[in-house]
């Protein structure tokens, strides 16, 4: 993990509030029955094969809670595990260690899900496929750092990160805005120079607009197969074609086939927690 993917400082931000929502009253429990004196050793362990991901969030999240733990990972961000692996080892005060458990356990359990569904996404693209499989911005508040560095482990790609940081005209737009052109001309005007303009359709006619208007992509919102397939010979290569709208695994790899640049699925960021452990060694 480089300093440029998750930066310390901004996942520091999203631990300290992670702790502060599970120790605002403190650790009432862990208080009572664990002696102050008590060490342990604890093995992070994925209960189903899985992506491992977060790693070293988690580890930010014993530090925080106890500097003087040890902390040590026991495989690479990214790399492909079956379950009973350990992950990573922390060893202790018991107390800091039960502290930090649940908000440890939070975090990586859902960064190893997203990163284990995108591994499949991806690995369903036909081989030397040029296309890109991409998350959207159906993030979990708060989490959307954590969520498309998670993305990224697993082999795909990241699409616009905020409102601000591109052009991409969706329905609701075209709507308020009088049309498919108007909407993009507007766009062009006023954008920066340095901006493409992306426009999401969801008819051939649509596209049709979209290209005559000078659209850079066009996202093809719920189109099936043989739609996609007109419509990419329809582009001739002046737009790039995003797909998106409902995409399974299986549906990944005929798009694909069908010419399409990227593809983005929503499901990588909305998918179920990663099943994790914190086993203590007696």
């Known amino acids: 993990m480089s300093a440029t993917e998750l930066p310390l400082f901004m996942i520091d931000a999203i631990v300290l509030r992670a702790l502060e929502e599970d120790l605002a009253a403190g650790d009432v429990t862990t208080e009572a029955c664990v002696p102050a004196t ?20 988690a580890e930010r999240v014993f530090k925080t809670v106890d500097p003087s733990l040890k902390f040590t990972a026991k495989v ?3 790399a492909s595990v079956d379950a009973g692996a350990v992950l990573y080892t922390v060893e ?6 039960l502290t930090a458990e649940r908000v440890s356990l939070n975090l990586i359990q859902r960064m190893c899900g ?7 996404y991806v690995q369903a693209l036909p081989p030397n496929s040029k296309t890109r499989i991409t998350d959207t911005r159906k993030t979990t508040p ?9 993305v990224r482990r697993g082999g795909g790609h990241n699409h616009r990160n905020d409102l601000g940081s591109a052009v991409l005209i969706k329905d ?7 049309g498919v052109r108007k909407a993009i001309e507007a766009a062009r005007a ?13 008819s051939l006619d649509q596209l049709d607009q979209a290209l005559a208007a000078g659209a850079d992509i066009v996202l093809l919102d719920n189109m099936d197969t043989p739609t996609t397939e007109e419509a990419v010979r329809r582009t001739r290569g002046r737009a790039l074609l995003e797909a998106s709208g409902g995409i399974t695994p299986e549906r990944v790899t005929e798009l694909a086939k069908a010419g399409i640049d990227a593809i983005s699925v929503g499901a990588l960021t909305q998918s179920p927690a990663a099943d994790i452990g914190l086993d203590f060694i007696a």
């Open 92 to 97: 202790g005060r018991a107390r800091s260690l």
């Open 142 to 150: 708060g989490l959307r750092l954590l969520e498309r560095y998670a």
């Open 38 to 57: 008590a060490t342990t050793t604890a093995h992070g362990v994925a209960r189903k094969p899985m992506i491992a991901c977060g790693i070293p969030v």
């Open 190 to 202: 006023r954008a920066p120079h340095t901006s493409k303009i992306e426009c999401e359709v969801d």
């Open 114 to 120: 997203v990163a284990t569904t995108t591994r499949r």
């Open 76 to 78: 690479d961000e990214g």
């Open 172 to 178: 609701n737009h075209i709507v308020a805005a009088g």
